[in-house]
């Protein structure tokens, strides 16, 4: 089990909105960070300190983080975008934390 | 650009111990934090544990007892131990580079398999 709950797939026609959910007691006044990995790769920081893109992350990816619950927000979704997705914190402890990951089909 | 390179046996028997090796080009390791992360195949990603730039580590609760974090930095190398593997620690084993507590990790390595079998 994990501490981060995410939804196991996430579908989303190409051009439209895809957003994926991170939720769990650990992101409450935590950052959330999220990773794209697609398949064969190694995965990549996308979003980190809930909201900020590294550079050479499109902008259309987004992040959020209200409460318990992370969201990441890919707005004009392409085929290239077809990944799992990790959301990731920290706990009390300065461990660190993953969800359980979301695959993200572009249809 | 920082890159980070895994080396290290790729098949082990029961009981043996993993021992990798992550090299790191085009920057200092020191400064950073440095995480060992794996993922068994068809999984997601487990932390296993970090050495902080102060030389703290910090090590995933189910793996303490057989996990060791340690940095050469005058090769710019960090090394992953863990004792008495089973198949259960099959996996792809990536070094990772991050900023600081609360920030992402930012550099990955390509990432190494190792498997467990008799």
């Known amino acids: 089990s994990h501490d981060l709950t995410q939804p196991p797939s996430v579908s989303v026609s190409p051009g439209q909105t895809a957003s994926i959910t991170c939720s769990g007691d650990k992101l409450a006044s935590k950052y959330a960070s999220w990773y794209q990995q697609r398949p064969g790769q190694s995965p990549m920081l996308v979003i980190y300190?809930?909201?900020q893109r590294p550079s050479g992350i499109p902008e259309r990816f987004s992040g959020s983080n209200s409460g318990n619950r992370a969201t990441l927000t890919i707005s004009g979704t392409q085929a290239m975008d077809e990944a799992d997705y990790y959301c990731?914190?920290?706990?009390?402890?300065?461990?660190?934390?993953f969800g359980g990951g979301t695959k993200l089909t572009v249809l | 650009q920082v890159q980070l390179q895994e080396s290290g046996p790729g098949l082990l028997k029961p009981s043996e111990t993993l021992s990798l090796t992550c090299t790191v080009s085009n920057g200092s390791i020191s400064g950073y934090f440095w995480s060992w992360i794996r993922q068994p195949p068809g999984k997601g990603l487990e932390w296993i544990g970090s050495?902080?730039?102060?030389?703290?580590?910090n090590y995933r609760p189910s793996l303490k007892s057989r996990v060791t974090i340690s940095a050469d930095r005058s090769k710019n190398q960090f090394s992953l131990k863990l004792s008495s593997v089973s198949p259960p620690d099959t996996a792809v084993y990536y070094c990772v580079r991050g900023q600081g507590v609360n920030y992402g990790l930012d550099v990955w390595g390509q990432g190494t398999t190792v498997t467990v079998s008799s």
């Open positions: 050495m902080y730039y102060s030389g703290l580590t």
């Open positions: 300190q809930d909201d």
């Open positions: 990731q914190t920290w706990d009390s402890s300065v461990s660190v934390i």
